[in-house]
């Protein structure tokens, strides 16, 4: 057979071959189709928005916890507020690089009790890591946090050219 005559033919194994388009093919997508099969639809996708909270329950089934973050973006500055209860101030480290905001924090208890025969020692810790990138440039020199039930609060004063003005149309 010549080369000129020569096509490509699919090739079916008892099902009809289906047309695939760009989305279809990305290998991360094939990849979770593989695990669907196999394991079953309990693995979060990272393809739909969904699932994603899925991904902080396996964070924390395995210890870590992420604090949920919130980050709000006002006319003068950036409050960002994060939720981290039983975490001490002296157990936490904020810091701010260009306009990544990182807040790390870490906790640990012993308890200890015996009586009589009865013995008994636990030892926990845990520790979380989460940064978020800053939708404005900030003035790091200003920026001001504090501690109260729980809740972290960070105010990030926006640089005079990152704050919002109102244009008026004429």
Do not use: C
């Amino acid at each position: 057979m010549s080369t000129e005559n020569k096509t490509n033919i699919p090739v079916t194994t008892g099902k009809e071959v289906a047309k695939t388009s760009w989305p279809d093919i990305h290998p991360i997508a094939d990849m979770e189709r593989v695990f669907d099969r196999f394991f079953g639809r309990s693995w979060p996708s990272l393809w739909r928005r969904n699932d994603l909270s899925v991904l902080d329950n396996m964070f924390e089934q395995e210890g870590l916890r992420l604090p949920s973050l919130d980050v709000i973006d006002r006319d003068a500055d950036i409050l960002v507020r994060a939720e981290i209860p039983g975490i001490d101030k002296k157990d936490l480290n904020v810091s701010l690089t260009d306009n990544l905001l990182a807040i790390k924090g870490q906790s640990s208890s012993e308890k200890k009790e015996e009586k009589g025969d009865y013995h008994r020692h636990e030892i926990s810790s845990s520790s979380f890591a989460r940064s978020v990138t800053l939708p404005s440039t900030v003035d790091a020199s200003k920026t001001a946090a504090s501690l109260k039930d729980g809740i972290l609060e960070i105010t990030l004063p926006k640089v005079e050219s990152s704050k919002r003005r109102n244009i008026a149309i004429q």
